[in-house]
């Protein structure tokens, strides 16, 4: 698999999961967030067409590229973006309310660093995303679907990690965080048996990560929060 380049090129065609990870919901977009995204998101945004997207040209430059999935409204990714302007973003999310969010920052920052993709980052790491093309990805507090007969629909699964193998570059990484332990346990277990992935020292420890909508309404609940980082093999 982590060989291999995107489905198109292969002559495969895309495989939907059979149950999504995230809930059907439009959310209610403030005015603002809609005329953004009617206004700019032919600025600050990626469509999927056929075949795999030419990222150097998108942001017009090489540059170490770091993909974030479920992105909420998209704060994180914006301090990132700021703090290295040297470095390229990009975003997957569903909800569209939380990219209206995103570009209204954008646009406001003036920061050239980011892009936006709409879409089920399943789908989206399929189709459109070259291998290997990300040096690091994050997913910070991915839907944490608590009860045991829905943890089929969490994000991280075995083959959802076979995708980011292919997507992240040997000697790349990956990071994820959660304040459900028992999603902790689930995503060390399928990382741990993948040889495409080694964990990182620095486990556990929330470390150069901004902090998340999603990771303080868990404080306010008393929720712990678990960091957990992996380096993709560099011999797989
Ligand atoms: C619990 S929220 C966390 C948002 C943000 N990372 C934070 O920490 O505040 C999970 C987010 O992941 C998005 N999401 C879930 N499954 C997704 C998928 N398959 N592709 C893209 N986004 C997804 C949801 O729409 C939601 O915004």
Same mark, same amino acid.
């Given at each position: 698999m982590a060989n291999s380049i995107t489905l198109e090129e292969r002559g495969e065609s895309f495989q939907p999961r059979p149950?999504?990870? +995230?809930?059907?919901r439009e959310g209610r977009m403030t005015p603002a967030q809609k005329k953004a995204l009617e206004h700019l998101w032919p600025r600050y945004s990626i469509d999927l067409g056929t075949g795999p997207l030419n990222l150097a040209a998108i942001f017009n430059r090489q540059a170490e590229r770091i993909l974030e999935i479920g +992105? !909420?409204? !998209?704060e994180s990714l914006l301090q990132q973006a700021r703090a290295a302007p040297e470095r390229d973003f990009l975003g997957i999310e569903v909800y569209r309310p939380g990219i209206g969010h995103l570009l209204l920052r954008l646009k406001a920052e003036g920061l050239e660093n980011i892009r936006v993709i709409h879409g089920d980052a399943w789908e989206v790491l399929q189709r459109a995303l070259p291998n290997p093309s990300l040096d690091g990805v994050q997913i910070f507090f991915p839907d944490p679907w608590p009860k045991k007969r829905h943890h089929k629909r969490r994000l991280i699964q075995p083959s959802f990690v076979d995708l980011l193998e292919c997507k992240i570059k040997p000697g790349g990484w990956l990071h994820l965080a959660t304040d459900w332990q028992d999603y902790a346990e689930q995503i060390k277990a399928v990382l741990n048996q993948h040889a495409g992935f080694n964990p990182l020292a620095n486990e556990g420890q929330s470390t150069q990560r901004p902090c998340t909508k999603f990771e303080a309404r868990g404080q306010q609940q008393g929720h712990g929060v678990w960091d957990l980082r992996f380096k993709r093999s560099v011999d797989s």
């Amino acid at each position: 698999m982590a060989n291999s380049i995107t489905l198109e090129e292969r002559g495969e065609s895309f495989q939907p999961r059979p149950i999504t990870s +995230f809930a059907r919901r439009e959310g209610r977009m403030t005015p603002a967030q809609k005329k953004a995204l009617e206004h700019l998101w032919p600025r600050y945004s990626i469509d999927l067409g056929t075949g795999p997207l030419n990222l150097a040209a998108i942001f017009n430059r090489q540059a170490e590229r770091i993909l974030e999935i479920g +992105f !909420g409204n !998209g704060e994180s990714l914006l301090q990132q973006a700021r703090a290295a302007p040297e470095r390229d973003f990009l975003g997957i999310e569903v909800y569209r309310p939380g990219i209206g969010h995103l570009l209204l920052r954008l646009k406001a920052e003036g920061l050239e660093n980011i892009r936006v993709i709409h879409g089920d980052a399943w789908e989206v790491l399929q189709r459109a995303l070259p291998n290997p093309s990300l040096d690091g990805v994050q997913i910070f507090f991915p839907d944490p679907w608590p009860k045991k007969r829905h943890h089929k629909r969490r994000l991280i699964q075995p083959s959802f990690v076979d995708l980011l193998e292919c997507k992240i570059k040997p000697g790349g990484w990956l990071h994820l965080a959660t304040d459900w332990q028992d999603y902790a346990e689930q995503i060390k277990a399928v990382l741990n048996q993948h040889a495409g992935f080694n964990p990182l020292a620095n486990e556990g420890q929330s470390t150069q990560r901004p902090c998340t909508k999603f990771e303080a309404r868990g404080q306010q609940q008393g929720h712990g929060v678990w960091d957990l980082r992996f380096k993709r093999s560099v011999d797989s």
